[in-house]
């Protein structure tokens, strides 16, 4: 870079004065000694301002510092205040650190504080906004302690107070529809965690104690349940379900059961019924469904489970015999249903079998005689229609027989006739 020499500052000012500081007519005529004069005066500026926007940074984090001390009302406001410090923490020195040090577990109470009263779901994105914020603070400062305090509480949130948060909800969890959307939320954040099976394994703990078959909301949860985002949770939840009525051990709840009937499912309870195991329980749902409800089959899914229980089986067979003792087809139909022999004795069976036979005979019995009715009927038809034929032709012969005594009289008459005329 050029130097500026005395006799050209000197010069400068002469020229100065004779256009009598004009800026423009000094800048024609002086142009370099005026590019450098702005040049200085721009670095002077800048020093300024970036000295005042220092000052102003500091005072705004002082005011932070300040403002954190009382009481803050909302997370957002903590996360503003914390945002001003983190722009001044790097060069952060004097009363500023001894403040922020002095208060910085205060801080850090108040702000998870903040968060006590707010959904669980709402929680996870603002825990994860305040462990970002605290990472930074602990990159930015230079205090080392300040910086392991901030890098420590990052992981504690997440790691600790979150996982906490979860565990708390996962106890009450009651099986909502507002529920499922808290629950994926959960299996979202875990998925984009490297250790997600630390936040899955607090969610698998509760699925795996309920009975999903203990009511119906509980039933009816997986229905609600989106496969893509809840993966294998999904899958358990829903063998879970099926299992109930695999085995004949477990007990699904009677409110489960009538749902299932009204809503097309019926094969499952009948299956379901025939072969529980639990004498309690079938008690229980003998004394809702059994001939309670239009479906003789889900009373003889009752009828085909061997259990022993409290019962009038034997009344109500007794009673559909009795009502179809005309009806071999319906008859029939009752000895095919399973364990009915057991209920009402082998004699009964062999009576029902018996008139079964009865009917079936008595049946063919009248089919014969409709039958020899029907060849009567039709021997006699054709006895009438001989008949008539025979006497239509008994009337042709006797008219040709007049026919031919007509004629006879009428040639003998001629004859007579032409003998009188002769004679004469």
Do not use: C
């Not at 605290?134 to 107070?161: H, N, R, S």
């Not at 749902?259 to 009948?270: D, R, S």
């Not at 379901?272 to 004394?287: C, D, G, N």
């Amino acid at each position: 870079m050029e130097q500026i020499t005395m006799e050209q500052i000197t010069h400068f000012l002469q020229t100065a004065k004779e256009v009598n500081f004009n800026i423009l007519a000094l800048y024609e005529k002086e142009p370099f000694i005026m590019q450098i004069i702005a040049g200085v005066l721009f670095v002077i500026v800048m020093i300024i301002v970036l000295v005042i926007r220092s000052k102003m940074r500091h005072a705004s984090a002082n005011k932070a510092v300040q403002s954190l001390e009382s009481y803050v009302e909302s997370f957002d406001d903590y996360q503003k205040n914390l945002q001003k410090i983190l722009k001044t923490i790097r060069s952060a020195q004097g009363e500023f650190l001894e403040a922020l040090q002095a208060k910085k577990e205060a801080f850090y109470k108040d702000h998870l504080r903040t968060l006590s009263d707010e959904p669980l779901d709402v929680k996870i994105d603002k825990y994860q906004e305040m462990a970002s914020l605290y990472t930074k603070l602990a990159k930015a400062a230079k205090d080392e302690e300040l910086a392991t305090f901030y890098a420590d509480k990052a992981q504690e949130i997440l790691g600790v107070v979150l996982l906490e948060d979860i565990s708390e909800y996962m106890k009450n969890f009651s099986f909502t529809p507002e529920d499922v959307e808290v629950l994926e939320k959960i299996v979202a954040y875990a998925n984009t965690q490297e250790d997600k099976e630390a936040i899955l394994s607090i969610v698998m703990e509760k699925l795996q104690s309920v009975d999903y078959g203990s009511n119906l909301e509980r039933y009816n949860f997986v229905k609600n349940l989106d496969p893509e985002k809840l993966g294998d949770i999904y899958n358990y939840i829903k063998e879970q379900q099926e299992k109930l009525f695999e085995s004949g051990e477990r007990v699904v709840a009677a409110e489960v059961l009538e749902y299932l009937l009204e809503n097309g499912e019926e094969a499952k309870v009948f299956s379901y019924i025939k072969a529980l195991q639990v004498p309690t329980h079938l008690q229980e749902l003998y004394y809702r469904f059994f001939n309670q409800k239009d479906s003789q089959e889900l009373d003889f899914a009752f009828i085909a489970n061997p259990v022993e229980i409290n019962q009038q089986y034997a009344d109500y067979l007794e009673s559909l015999i009795t009502d179809a003792w005309r009806d071999d087809n319906e008859l029939e139909k009752l000895l095919e249903y399973e364990n009915l022999t057991r209920i009402i004795g082998h004699d009964r069976v062999r009576l029902v079998k018996e008139r079964i036979d009865g009917l079936k005979k008595g049946f063919n019995e009248t089919e014969m005689a409709k039958e020899a009715l029907e060849l009567a009927k039709e021997a006699h038809r054709l006895a009438l229609e001989t008949k008539t034929l025979m006497e239509l032709k008994e009337k042709n012969a006797q008219k040709k027989v007049q026919e031919v005594i007509g004629e006879d009289e009428e040639t003998a008459k001629e004859n007579e006739g032409v003998k009188k005329e002769e004679g004469v």
